[in-house]
């Protein structure tokens, strides 16, 4: 069974270094007039917020269940972390491929490209750190999967935006690097303003493929199925279960609710009958802490 993430933790590596790099890049874009710059700059200043966002909706989501939302407010990450995706494609990519398509017209020649080369060197070994904390909690929950698998399958929504951001955003730097290497070699700042754009493209391919995952857990998906998978395993340990006819999870940010209807094996009587399934419940929610919710329908077919 895979393991426990601590998803806050890489959401706050993120922070960290996507501040760190924003305010490096500012002085950058500044300082050089580099386009490319410029567009990693808005990057990762709107990387803060989107940070900021996925901490707001992963304390939302810890809000306690009431009459109105009685299985609580999981969800709200998810909803949390579609928005994040939202502004990565605008904020992030659209802005970076007008910048591009705009000083495409107008070239501007840059100045001390080297000290863009060193702010992008900087960031890029900040960006390394943070996608290394990113893989070390993935690491925890992917058990034996590739990471496109992972990514494909993941529960965990800001963990999910916090990877595609760190791929994104590496990527970019080492885009706007490349590509301002070329154009300090021609002498064509045209070079700079095509990195730009570049990174635009890349931007919004990361941005639409978390809209795809993310909206899926909008609309509502089971607990990763690995968890599943453990958790019909775990049935079939208990000498109290005789056959499982069907187990259907939700996965509410967070928490997770179960539904299983099983064949139980005689117990002699009703209490009989109860305690057992009592028992096989209990013993569900300790292997499984994230299993918020349980109903256990005992039935002798489907």
């Given at each position: 069974?895979?393991?426990?993430?601590?998803?806050?933790?890489?959401?706050?590596?993120?922070?960290?270094?996507?501040?760190?790099?924003?305010?490096?890049?500012?002085?950058?874009?500044?300082?050089?007039?580099?386009?490319?710059?410029?567009?990693e700059?808005?990057?990762?200043?709107?990387?803060?917020?989107?940070?900021?966002?996925?901490?707001?909706?992963?304390?939302?989501?810890?809000?306690?269940?009431?009459?109105?939302?009685?299985?609580?407010?999981?969800?709200?990450?998810?909803?949390?972390?579609?928005?994040?995706?939202?502004?990565?494609?605008?904020?992030?990519?659209?802005?970076?491929?007008?910048?591009?398509?705009?000083k495409?017209?107008?070239?501007?020649?840059?100045?001390?490209?080297?000290?863009?080369?060193?702010?992008?060197?900087?960031?890029?070994?900040?960006?390394?750190?943070?996608?290394?904390?990113?893989?070390?909690?993935?690491?925890?929950?992917?058990?034996?999967?590739?990471?496109?698998a992972?990514?494909?399958?993941?529960?965990?929504?800001e963990?999910?935006?916090?990877?595609?951001?760190?791929?994104?955003?590496?990527?970019?730097?080492?885009?706007?690097?490349?590509?301002?290497?070329?154009?300090?070699?021609?002498?064509?700042?045209?070079?700079?303003?095509?990195?730009?754009?570049?990174?635009?493209?890349?931007?919004?391919?990361?941005?639409?493929?978390?809209?795809?995952e993310?909206?899926?857990?909008?609309?509502?998906?089971?607990?990763?199925?690995?968890?599943?998978?453990?958790?019909?395993?775990?049935?079939?340990?208990?000498?109290?279960?005789?056959?499982?006819?069907?187990?259907?999870?939700?996965?509410?940010?967070?928490?997770?609710?179960?539904?299983?209807k099983?064949?139980?094996?005689?117990?002699?009587?009703?209490?009989?009958?109860?305690?057992?399934?009592?028992?096989?419940?209990?013993?569900?929610?300790?292997?499984?802490?994230?299993?918020?919710?349980?109903?256990?329908?005992p039935?002798?077919?489907?």
């Amino acid at each position: 069974m895979s393991g426990k993430a601590d998803s806050l933790k890489s959401v706050l590596y993120a922070l960290g270094a996507n501040l760190a790099i924003a305010l490096a890049k500012s002085g950058g874009a500044a300082y050089t007039g580099s386009s490319a710059m410029l567009a990693e700059a808005i990057h990762s200043f709107a990387d803060c917020g989107n940070q900021g966002l996925l901490l707001w909706g992963m304390r939302r989501a810890r809000k306690a269940p009431n009459a109105e939302h009685p299985l609580g407010y999981g969800k709200a990450i998810y909803f949390w972390s579609f928005i994040v995706a939202l502004m990565l494609f605008s904020m992030g990519g659209l802005f970076s491929i007008y910048e591009g398509v705009h000083k495409l017209g107008q070239p501007e020649p840059m100045k001390d490209a080297w000290v863009a080369l060193a702010i992008l060197g900087f960031g890029i070994v900040a960006e390394s750190v943070s996608l290394w904390g990113a893989l070390r909690e993935i690491d925890k929950e992917r058990g034996g999967r590739g990471y496109w698998a992972w990514f494909r399958s993941s529960r965990t929504s800001e963990l999910v935006v916090i990877f595609g951001e760190d791929i994104a955003a590496l990527g970019g730097l080492v885009l706007a690097f490349g590509f301002i290497v070329v154009a300090l070699l021609t002498g064509n700042p045209m070079w700079d303003a095509l990195g730009s754009v570049a990174i635009g493209a890349l931007l919004v391919l990361v941005a639409v493929a978390l809209g795809i995952e993310i909206s899926a857990l909008l609309v509502g998906q089971s607990a990763d199925p690995l968890v599943e998978q453990a958790m019909h395993e775990h049935l079939a340990t208990h000498a109290e279960v005789h056959r499982v006819f069907n187990l259907i999870t939700l996965q509410l940010g967070p928490d997770v609710m179960v539904a299983i209807k099983a064949a139980m094996a005689p117990q002699g009587s009703e209490r009989g009958l109860i305690d057992a399934t009592n028992r096989v419940e209990r013993s569900l929610r300790e292997s499984f802490p994230q299993v918020r919710w349980c109903f256990f329908e005992p039935d002798h077919s489907d």
